[in-house]
């Protein structure tokens, strides 16, 4: 196993800065605050931004997330993660292919699936993918217009595809029902807006993590 791979099997607390929280010049700052607070890998995702502008931000949280020795994933865009050495991508379900993803970045990149359903986040587990995320376990802002699905498959989905490749619960987890995700089965958790528009992002973050590496 490289050393992503044993990181990625190791994580609780997956952080995103998602651009919908954090304006751009704040970028450096709230990456250092979840890196700080303890999240075992960092997304960047940009919705509505384009390829450079990714691109370039990326450039700019890679040496943070280098010195920090969390892995960096670019959410969408698989051809940014390869050009800003990025250490994986994650992709939805339309966007592309596992086999796409790896011939851009190679067999050690991480890669990831957003799932919505039992059967999807089977059917990335036969595809090979090195992580999944399922959700939005509850309806949430930073993904609006999806439904959530609810905390009856949490369980199922942990000690099935679970077995095999970490889950990341995800969507509208926040301080205040995070013992009820946990009790549902849940043991790797993305937190965004609860982190991202904390008072203080770091003491958030730890928060969380501390409680996570309890399990
Ligand atoms: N995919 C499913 S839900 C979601 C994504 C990217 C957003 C989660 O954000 P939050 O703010 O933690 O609900
Ligand atoms: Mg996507």
């Known amino acids: 196993m490289n050393a992503g791979r044993e990181q990625l099997a190791a994580a609780r607390l997956y952080g995103i800065l998602d651009l919908g929280y954090v304006a751009e010049g704040d970028l450096e700052a709230a990456a250092r605050a979840l890196l700080a ?70 067999a050690d990149a991480l890669v990831g699936r957003s799932t919505h359903s039992p059967a999807q986040a089977a059917a990335a587990r036969e595809e090979g993918f090195d992580y999944i995320g399922f959700g939005p376990l509850f309806p949430t802002p930073t993904k609006a217009g999806r439904p959530g699905i609810g905390l009856g498959d949490v369980g199922g989905v942990q000690g099935g595809p679970g077995a095999d490749l970490p889950v990341f619960c995800i969507g509208g987890i926040h301080p205040g029902n995070l013992e009820a995700v946990l009790a549902a089965g849940a043991r790797r958790i993305v937190m965004v807006s609860a982190l991202l528009q904390a008072d203080d992002i770091a003491a958030a973050t730890r928060t969380v993590k501390n409680r996570l590496d309890e399990l």
């Open 37 to 106: 607070g303890g999240v075992d890998l960092l997304q960047l995702r940009a919705k509505g931004l384009g390829e450079d502008e990714v691109l370039s931000m990326a450039g700019r949280l890679r040496p943070l997330c280098r010195v920090a020795g969390v892995p960096l994933i670019v959410n969408d865009f698989p051809r940014v993660a390869a050009e800003a050495g990025a250490a994986g991508v994650h992709l939805g379900q339309d966007d592309g292919s596992l086999r796409d993803a790896r011939r851009l970045l190679g």
